[in-house]
Nanobody, 116 residues
Framework: QVQLVESGGGLVQAGGSLRLSCAASGSIFRINSMGWHRQAPGKQRELVATITIDGSTNYADSVKGRFTISRDNAKNTVHLQMNSLKPEDTAIYIC???WGFGMDSWGKGTHVTVSS
């Protein structure tokens, strides 16, 4: 069974920083990409950032220049460094991993609250 466990969420003031981490465990093979999505109250889940096995990254326009995604392939871990946080970044941040042949796994999420 594959598990994704997020950590690093919390409460921060606007302009502050947080670093999220997601560790994958279980019978994993052929990880294609890992990434982060977020879901704010009353809104649809949206993509935040992804990173492929070769290090290619993709970011939502709303976080470009403020967030940085990175991964440790040896540890099956992905991080999201979030700087210059804004109240509109408040959401549940959910880790995602595409692996195997068409497999897609999700974590339970970690809460991020940015106060103004």
């Amino acid at each position: 069974q594959v598990q994704l466990v997020e950590s690093g969420g919390g409460l921060v003031q606007a302009g502050g920083s947080l670093r999220l981490s997601c560790a994958a465990s279980g019978s994993i093979f052929r990880i294609n990409s890992m990434g982060w999505h977020r879901q704010a109250p009353g809104k649809q889940r949206e993509l935040v950032a992804t990173i492929t096995i070769d290090g290619s990254t993709n970011y939502a326009d709303s976080v470009k220049g403020r967030f940085t995604i990175s991964r440790d392939n040896a540890k099956n871990t992905v991080h999201l460094q979030m700087n210059s946080l804004k109240p509109e970044d408040t959401a549940i941040y959910i880790c995602n991993m595409a692996w195997g042949f068409g497999m897609d796994s999700w974590g339970k999420g970690t809460h991020v609250t940015v106060s103004s």
